[in-house]
């Protein structure tokens, strides 16, 4: 299994953007693909975005789409979520995610390491 670090959340007002960032341990990263999810207070974790192994190939949840980029860099180890135009509904705690194939996936379950969580709070 891979480690998993987030970074960068906090509290931003609507229309504002955050950079969140995930670093991973070991060797052989671009063997995972990426994903980030979400959950909201009383809600489910929702899936956000994920990225193949290379980062030639991205997905998004509808609610990012248009507004969140995910990208990786696999010689720093690392995973990245450039958010914008953020708003209310945005607030949650963000969770970064490897799955043990470099095809990326929105299923959660197809996840088998996730990170701690960083919390990101946008205030209208």
């Known amino acids: 299994q891979v480690q998993l670090v987030e970074s960068g959340g906090g509290l931003v007002q609507a229309g504002g953007s955050l950079r969140l960032s995930c670093a991973a341990s070991?060797?052989?990263?671009?063997?995972?693909?990426m994903g980030w999810f979400r959950q909201a207070p009383g809600k489910e974790r929702e899936f956000v975005a994920a990225?193949?192994?290379?980062?030639?190939?991205?997905y998004y949840g509808d609610s990012a789409k248009g507004r969140f980029t995910i990208s990786r860099d696999n010689a720093k180890n690392t995973v990245n979520l450039q958010m914008n135009s953020l708003k209310p509904e945005d607030t949650a705690v963000y969770y970064c995610?490897?799955?043990?194939?470099?095809?990326?996936?929105?299923?959660?379950?197809?996840?088998?390491?996730w990170g701690q969580g960083t919390q990101v709070t946008v205030s209208s």
């Open positions: 990225i193949s192994g290379s980062g030639g190939s991205t």
């Open positions: 070991g060797r052989t990263f671009s063997s995972y693909a």
């Open positions: 995610a490897a799955r043990g194939s470099r095809r990326y996936s929105k299923l959660e379950a197809d996840f088998g390491s």
